[in-house]
């Protein structure tokens, strides 16, 4: 199938796409009737065994459906079983390749969307997806049973066609470069999942019923609350497609669960599965040592990626009194002393976060542009004046500024904010103390939290550490029932409606949206609807910067650190590996969808090595 551009104009000049992919920005890379992506081998032989560890921060999983709101799914489900439209690719940013869908093909005024299916493509029941499916899919996520999220992701999406039993259309709102790979790259499942004596469940019933999807992998044997294992479906119907090509090589992945991290690390050593993620830099500085590391039979691998840095923060919800004006919550990241934790509890591993876009073209430098400015001017009297000049930078505590300079800063803005030590506590002119709750899922956080503790206490300032199960933190979140806590946001190389979610008035006041700081600006709505309606690049780009700079200006969220590398243990003598870290893909996804188990296994050392 050839992709070709279409010189129409989609409202002023952009171009529109059909054919094999499709592109956010620019061409896609791989040309039609490409025969695999580079970053795998087309060869790596089909089977063995991946022994994974959950990367979840529950349990144990009650459930199979991934999609609705209460319980917990197992890791890597929604993955491994579910195929979607379009798939992306590891070496590129924004482009959606055929997979379920055989072309793609995006309308002149970009007010829709046709897909049209393979007819090889078939589920695991063994009948074929048909554009009903695709169709039952998208109401069923647009529906009550499922995360708020999805109705956001795809609010400007105005409803779905079935043109015929393998072609179905996508209409829109308003035209918008994102839609497109947002519904290509939603889950297809089939209208039989969840049906019982003939008659279909709620979805919010669907719980143990094993999801009837169309994806590599099936449900295995299973031991609740020890592991679960995906086994390959060996009539894979795009086992042999360019898509797939090299990738789902293991015949089974068992993904084991463990309660704590000290169960799990000592695990691994033991050699009780293959591969696991490092979060922690003392762990992986100080504790990832052993006689199987001596061997050479677990590696420990430093895979440096190009992925937007993200910005996991200390979220401040501005719900709470104590946290609705902006000079309080800035002092409080004024004693956030970063560079006391990175020599003393992370080995110098991580690098600071500043605002939402780091590592991505949206990353925001500099005073506002011209465009930037015209963008920020109407909203000129509801944003702070220093969001007009330079984009913040971290507080930092070298380089000729000292901690004690941050709090003497965060002094002078809480005195303006009407706060003053007295009887010990730095209280409000009613007399009210501030006292602040930090809420967490693990007694462990409190360790990196300790000096920003100190130092708030040299501020007046109690921050109590609490400490609750998983299940009661997940429900405090989903009803905003904190004063700070850490979310780990992840980033995006194209930002797009999710940010209505994250940031948007509406969900500030909606339970479970994700907008845990409470942000309710029209400002920031505006920009949201800016990036989301962006045709260009050149749209796009000041949008996204005056986004973050209101955010970061606002000082919602206090940036925490990211790691510009994946680390990794694997098992070099069981499993094999492509010689290079796709960019953009995520540690444990490389393994699974690219690695392959070597046959058979290595039993002892490599006498080279010894």
Known sequence: MRLWPILLLWGSAMPVWAGHAYALWGEPRMPAGFDHFGYVNPDAPKGGELRLVSNLRVSTFDKYNPFTIKGNSPAYLSDLMFDTLLTGSLDETATGYGLLAQDVEVAADGLSVVFRLRPEARFHNGKPVLAQDVKFSYDTLMGPYTSPAYKTALFDVAGIDVIDDRTVRYRFKHPNRELPLTVGGLPVFSRDWGVENGKAKRFDQVVMDIPIGSGPYKIGPVRFGKDITYVRDPGYWARDLNVRKGTANFDRILVKIYRDNTARLEALKAGEFDLMRFFSAGDWARRVTGRKFDTGELVKGNFEHKLPSGFQSYVLNTRRPLLQDARVREALGLAYDFEWMSRQLFYGAYQRINGLFGNTLCETRGTPTPEELALMEPWRQSLPASAFGPMTTPPRTEGGTTLRDNLRRAQALLREAGWE??????????????????????????????????????????????????????????????????????????????????????????????????????????????????????????????????????????????????????????????????????????????????????????????
């Open 421 to 610: 030590v007295k009887d010990g506590a730095l209280r409000n002119a009613q007399g009210q103390a501030m006292v602040l709750e930090y809420l967490d899922s693990s007694e462990g956080g409190v360790r990196s939290l300790s000096s920003w503790i100190r130092n708030l206490q040299k501020l007046g300032i109690t921050l109590n550490f609490r400490a609750v199960d998983f299940a009661l933190y997940q429900q405090r979140l989903s009803k905003f029932d904190f004063d700070i806590t850490t979310i780990a946001y992840q980033g995006t190389n194209n930002p797009g409606q999710e940010l209505a979610d994250m940031f948007g008035s509406q969900a500030a006041d909606t339970e479970d949206s994700g907008n845990f700081p409470g942000v309710k600006s029209k400002a920031v709505d505006a920009m949201i609807r800016s990036i989301v309606s962006a045709k260009t690049l050149d749209e796009l780009l000041p949008a996204c910067h005056v986004l973050e700079r209101v955010i970061a200006h606002g000082h919602y969220l206090i940036p925490q650190y990211t790691a510009p590398s994946h680390r990794m243990v694997y098992n070099a003598w069981r499993l094999e590996r492509p010689a290079t870290l796709p960019p953009y893909s995520t540690g444990e996804a490389w393994a699974i969808d690219t690695w392959w188990a070597r046959m058979p296994p290595q039993t002892a050392p490599d006498p080279a090595r010894r």
